[in-house]
């Protein structure tokens, strides 16, 4: 086993900076213009899932529907060619999918019903609000942890980061947008939980470095720190990465976003716990004095 | 640094693996496709003579099964084949007809020593076993709108017969408001509704004209109006939802306005919107004296009386009814108490009052389906569904006084009163609910996503599995144990617990698997780091476990706060995925810890070693 080789991962920061900085421009941007493109479970609204026993022609379908009457169903393939989901425009209304799977039976073809789902507006608007809260809950929660277990810099830090690792996951979702539904916001609360563990394993390190290492800079500690977690952070991104991808190839269409919301937030969140945590917390100057366990009587100093 | 467990710690690894091992395995014994009879009624009785009717049927069309069994309520007949179901439930309601509730269900093969240690398996969601799932919403507004209404009507007598005068008297924006001549007239009818009216109260806001006497339903009165209200409605659903036959429906109140009701099996969502979307209805009537009326059955749940004759005519219908519930009078006998809207008040009292030593029955009016049989030109057995009207006496009692807005039945057992009392409230006129959510998942999908699920769990464990042979070698063999063991301690707590296993759910499993190697991985890099520092093999290990201990604890304590929060504000599907992510953090802490070490100090610990194979 050969001596552990100290990367300068610090010596990069201005570039990640830049480079984060961008990545979360652009998803506020796109967030703000584009908006996230909402599943059926946060917009309201019937969509019907059918399956026929051949390869379906889904502008043919659009065409029977229009002239059944439906006015602008989106018709498209889900998941395979036999298979098409439609989604009704207009006001939610109970009935609207029996009519539907009767239009479609009227051509005498065998349709196999295999999904409805209708919800009205008002859980849509709940949902909304009920996720955001959830986000906010999750961060403030975490924060307070993070605060108690370690200091105030640490908790600053691995809270950007997960800021940093939510903003860009749903940035992406904008951008390519992509459905964002329950099981993504699912994906999205399970990326905090994971970059969270990655950023709390990292800074546990430097704790533990910042108290065990007397004489060095900040910036050499964590460093230091850094390349000794190097291999921990890989690997587990590794299987994770793994199981991710047998979900998405393998899982079927209803949890494909799922996978894709985790696989970009694994990605970003291993970058986000080696340099947004780390730099937050050399932008605010900590030190080895923020660690070591206070005596008592003696006032702490946050302030740089 | 000996690395040696004490023979308790051990042991304990051990009957925890033992205990998953024993719970996991009730899951490998999948259920029986069933069919499930019952009557109509519970008093029908479901013997040995009905299974033979039923078996010859099945026999007749050859349908294969294999055991059939009663208890005198309900019958169970398990099938050979899944696909066989449907087809069956067909035949054997054709045979029965309308009276018997036939039912699609999965009779559980659990052996019965394990059943005797509590171990059944896993639930599956409706996203997997396939069935309607609706979110009714009731409504709140109109109940109260109804109460108020039933009030203004209550307030207006009394006025009159207390010779207050007033100007005018109605509902504005939910609340009663009069306009009064002079404050002498306003001050009497506060006090006059403070005493008899407690459930008004009487509003004052700054500015408001003194011959102004605005009242609004006390908080109190709200709450238990609005409480009623999803009972009642709960009630009467649960009711309907045993007519469709269904094997395990479930209906139960969510949040503060909504009911969640799920039929697995279920596919006519038109069928189960319609017995759901109807209601019952309630009539008083006195009995006939002449041979003029009609004959009832006395039916409860609990138990059935002598026939009765009644008169054609309703003295008042569940709509007069406002509420009804179980007490006890002074000497401790339990009773109902009815209250009734002025208008109904008024009726009863007018039909009672030359009417005292009759007796007055209620007869509960439901609005049932049954399927008749028929043949359609190509001799093709057709069963349509035909609605029908099924009328039964809940109460017949004797008129001891004139009645009037609020009576009470006596002479009756404390089952029996509390059964009455909610079969009044539900045969009332209850608050109006919508569907504000509707899922269909057909067989078809459900069977897809439970074959999907278990192939990316088993893909995605054996890449792991692999990639941790490769990176750790020796201690990879470890972790990979510890990783399967960790899938199936998560199985057995979650059919321990009676957790509902979801596609999110598995997502939620998958996802578990790629990171539960993680404290692995943290352990056995320590280790590496320690021995690249120079310790001696053993000193390694034990500080490798050790110092990792508190970074797996930290990572492992905010991401169970993670899972908790997603716990809170998910729904369904997502709260599943919630509790497999919650309990996989656990049970993976267990395991990546205790027994990965305990296998480590068995195999390696205390020995003299030249190189460790990590």
């Known amino acids: ?304 | 640094m000996p690395n040696k467990f004490p023979l308790w710690k051990n042991l304990m690894v051990l009957l925890v693996v033992v205990f998953g091992f024993i719970y996991a395995s009730a899951n490998l014994f999948p259920p029986d496709p069933a069919i499930q009879l019952s009557g109509q009624s519970g008093a029908m009785q479901i013997d040995a003579a009905v299974l033979q009717k039923v078996e010859r049927s099945l026999d007749e069309a050859g349908i294969e099964y294999f055991a059939g069994e009663t208890d005198d309520e309900s019958l169970l007949i398990r099938l050979r084949d899944i696909d066989l179901q449907l087809r069956a439930k067909e035949v054997i309601q054709a045979e029965m007809g309308g009276d018997y509730i036939v039912a699609l269900n999965l009779a559980p093969t659990t052996p019965q020593w394990l059943s005797d240690l509590g171990g059944k398996p896993m639930k599956l969601g409706l996203d997997l076993s396939g069935g309607v799932h609706f979110l009714l919403e009731v409504d709140l507004d109109s109940a109260l709108a109804t109460r108020i209404e039933s009030d203004l009507e209550d307030v207006k007598k009394v006025l009159r017969e207390e010779r207050i005068r007033y100007r005018s008297l109605a509902i504005k924006d939910g609340r009663i408001v009069g306009q009064f001549r002079d404050e002498e007239q306003v001050e009497k009818a506060k006090a006059l509704i403070r005493t008899t009216y407690r459930d008004l109260q009487p509003q004052s806001e700054p500015g408001q004209s003194p011959l102004l006497l605005s009242l609004k339903l006390s908080d109190i009165a709200s709450g238990e109006i609005e409480d009623n209200a999803i009972k009642q409605n709960l009630t009467s659903l649960r009711n309907r939802v045993n007519e469709l036959g269904v094997s395990e429906p479930l209906v139960s109140r969510q949040g503060k306005n909504r009911i969640v009701v799920e039929l697995p099996g279920v596919q006519d969502t038109a069928e189960a919107k319609r017995i759901i979307g109807k209601t019952a209805n309630l009539e008083f009537r006195l009995a006939a004296i002449d041979r003029v009326g009609e004959v009832f059955p006395f039916r409860t749940p609990s138990g059935q009386g002598p026939d009765a004759r009644l008169e054609n005519k309703a003295v008042i219908t569940g709509e007069n009814v406002t509420d009804a519930r179980a007490s006890f009078d002074e000497n401790g006998r339990p009773q109902v108490n009815i209250t009734l809207d002025a208008k109904g008040g008024w009726q009863m009292g007018y039909a009672t009052r030359d009417n005292i030593g009759r007796r007055l029955g209620v007869l509960f009016i439901e609005y049932k389906t049954k399927l008749v049989k028929s043949f359609d030109e190509s001799g093709e057995l057709v069963l349509t569904p035909v609605p029908f009207v099924e009328k039964h006496i809940i109460s017949l009692a004797t008129v001891q006084a004139q009645l009037g807005k609020s009576f009470r039945i006596t002479g009756l057992e404390q089952r029996e009163s509390s059964e009455l009392a909610l079969l009044l409230r539900a045969g009332a006129l209850a608050a109006p609910m919508y569907i504000v959510e509707e899922r269909t998942i057909g067989p078809s999908l459900g069977a897809d996503n439970i074959e999907l699920g278990v192939k990316s769990v088993t893909i995605g464990m054996v890449m792991v599995l692999l990639f941790m042979l490769v990176i750790y070698r020796a201690f990879g063999v470890f972790a990979n144990i510890a990783l399967a063991m960790n899938l199936v301690l998560l199985i057995a707590f979650m059919s321990l617990m009676g957790a509902t296993l979801t596609l999110p759910g598995i997502a939620g499993i998958v996802l578990t698997v790629g990171m539960a190697v993680d404290a692995n991985v943290l352990i056995f890099s320590r280790i590496r780091e320690e021995l690249a520092a120079g310790s001696s093999i053993q000193g390694a290990i034990s500080a490798g476990y050790d110092r990792a201990f508190v970074s797996i604890l930290d990572a492992n304590v905010t991401t169970l706060i993670v899972a908790l929060i997603l716990f809170l504000i998910g729904s369904g599907p997502v709260q599943g995925f919630a509790v497999t992510l919650s309990i996989g953090i656990v049970t993976s802490m267990f395991t990546a810890i205790l027994l990965t070490r305990s296998l480590v100090n068995l195999t390696v610990g205390g020995r003299k070693i030249e190189k460790l194979w990590i």
């Open chain 1, 1 to 304: 086993m050969s001596e552990l080789r100290i990367y300068n991962f610090m010596g990069l920061r201005k570039i990640a900076v830049v480079f984060s900085a961008i990545m979360l421009l652009v998803s506020i941007a796109s967030l703000s213009i584009n908006g996230l493109v909402l599943g059926l479970d946060f917009s309201g609204g019937t969509q019907v899932e059918v399956g026929y026993e051949k390869p379906a022609d889904v502008a043919a379908l659009r065409q029977q529907l229009e002239s059944a009457g439906f006015e602008g169903p989106v018709v498209v393939h889900y998941g395979s060619e036999t298979d098409v989901l439609i989604r009704l425009q207009g006001k939610p209304d109970q009935g609207l999918a029996e009519k539907v799977v009767a239009v479609l039976q009227s051509s005498g073809e065998q349709v196999d019903l295999r999904r409805v789902d209708f919800v009205g507006p008002q859980i849509g608007d709940e949902l909304r609000e009920d996720g955001g809260l959830g986000m906010l809950a999750a961060l403030m929660v975490v924060m307070l942890y993070v605060a108690v277990r370690f200091q105030f810099k640490f908790s600053v830090g691995a809270v950007l980061a997960l800021v940093h690792d939510v903003i860009i996951t749903l940035g992406v979702f904008s951008l390519a947008r992509l459905e964002f539904d329950l099981t993504v916001l699912a994906a999205v609360l399970a990326v905090v939980g994971y970059s969270l563990n990655d950023t709390i394993v990292v800074s546990d390190r430097i704790r533990e470095n910042f108290r065990k290492i007397r004489k060095a800079t900040p910036v050499e500690v964590i460093n230091e720190s850094l390349s000794q977690t190097l291999w921990r952070t890989i690997n587990t991104s590794v299987t994770t990465m793994l199981v991710l991808l047998a979900l998405f190839f393998i899982g079927g269409e209803l949890i494909h976003n799922f996978a894709i919301a985790l696989m970009i937030g694994v990605a970003i969140g291993t970058y986000s716990s080696i340099y947004v945590a780390a730099t937050v917390m050399l932008a605010m100057n900590v030190d080895r004095e923020d660690l070591l366990e206070p005596v008592e009587g003696e006032l702490v100093d946050d302030l740089p």
